[in-house]
């Protein structure tokens, strides 16, 4: 634990920040886990409730708070994630990503810990260039029915940034591309989930335009782990974290398909608006810097995902 031993995570009831939850305690660490619930779940953490050293605040960090105590490290992973959850909670999302940060920034500040931002590959938009580095700048819709999410997040890192050049927090921002795993929600709308559990159901899988889109999927266990080293680094400056291995969205239905080997079939609707055309991170710098790359295959995440969802 290098000298320190506990952590604020905020969203820590959500997909992400539950694994993250998991991961620290299994390190030793003391975590605070911060929620409204809106979509995360106490399902996701309720085996930790038990664990003297797991704390559960029910509160919305888009307003104050005071955490007694101190505090080693912020990680704020507070935010709806999905375009159905952000199309649902738009002003919500905003806030999050605005007033949520600020706030979260401001408990670094004053417990003088290392602050961590979830940002996201949406901070490229539909980006003109792919594989996308940290320092291509995005071709980003500011007022389309994604923005709420993508500028949030870019006002998310400004701050940080902010708040790294003028009181001197020790930041860091992390890019999450595609993420899929147990917890997912089955109805939030993401690709996965919304694939295994068509399947599972004999029901068509919706695939949006000709599924030539493509997408990356990095396994949730190797995302946590990647965003474990962030925290223990020295680094400022964004870092993306997802997996470079680059799939069409029709690959992974007749993937899903053929896995599940159920009576689905494919069916064909028209893209949504500002449908980003690729994602896949160019991963040098988090190799270079932590010396990570995930490591578990697509067909191996999707056997454990695919099993969580039966159950």
Not at 19 to 42: A, P, Q, R, W
Not at 97 to 107: D, K, R, S
Not at 243 to 268: Q, S, W, Y
Request: net charge positive; aromatic share 10%; proline share 6%.
């Amino acid at each position: 634990m290098k000298g320190k031993s506990k952590v604020l995570i905020t969203g820590g009831a959500g997909f992400i920040g539950s694994h993250l939850c998991d991961l620290l305690l299994t390190k030793g660490f003391t975590v605070i886990c911060l929620d409204n619930l809106i979509t995360g779940s106490m399902d996701n953490i309720k085996h930790n409730i038990k664990n003297p050293r797991f704390k559960f605040i029910k509160h919305d960090i888009s307003k104050p708070i005071e955490i007694p105590g101190g505090i080693d490290y912020v990680l704020h992973f507070a935010s709806p994630a999905s375009p159905r959850d952000y199309e649902k909670y738009p002003i919500e999302t905003l806030k999050a990503g605005a007033l949520g940060t600020h706030n979260a920034l401001g408990i670094a500040k004053k417990k003088k810990a290392r602050f961590l931002l979830a940002s996201t590959s949406e901070v490229y938009g539909d980006p003109l260039v792919s594989p996308q580095k940290e320092t291509y700048w995005g071709n980003v819709n500011s007022i389309g029915p994604r923005s709420c999410y993508d500028e949030a997040k870019r006002f998310a890192e400004a701050i940080t940034m902010a708040y790294f050049r003028r009181h001197g927090v020790n930041t860091g921002i992390v890019r999450i591309f595609n993420t899929y795993g147990p917890r997912m929600r089955k109805n939030d709308g993401r690709v996965v989930p919304n694939f295994i559990n068509q399947a599972l159901e004999d029901r068509p899988l919706t695939v949006f335009g000709k599924g030539s889109q493509t997408r990356s999927f990095c396994y949730i266990s190797d995302l946590v782990e990647g965003i474990y080293r962030m925290m223990f680094s020295n680094e400022h400056n964004p870092v993306n974290l997802g997996n470079p291995h680059e799939f069409t969205v029709l690959e992974l239905a007749r993937l899903v398909l053929k896995m599940i080997k159920g009576k689905g079939f494919i069916t064909f609707k028209k893209l949504p608006l500002d449908d980003p055309r690729q994602r896949r991170p160019d991963i040098s710098r988090a190799l270079k810097l932590l010396k990570w790359r995930p490591s578990v295959q697509l067909r191996e995440g999707l056997v454990k995902t695919i099993e969580w969802f039966r159950k």
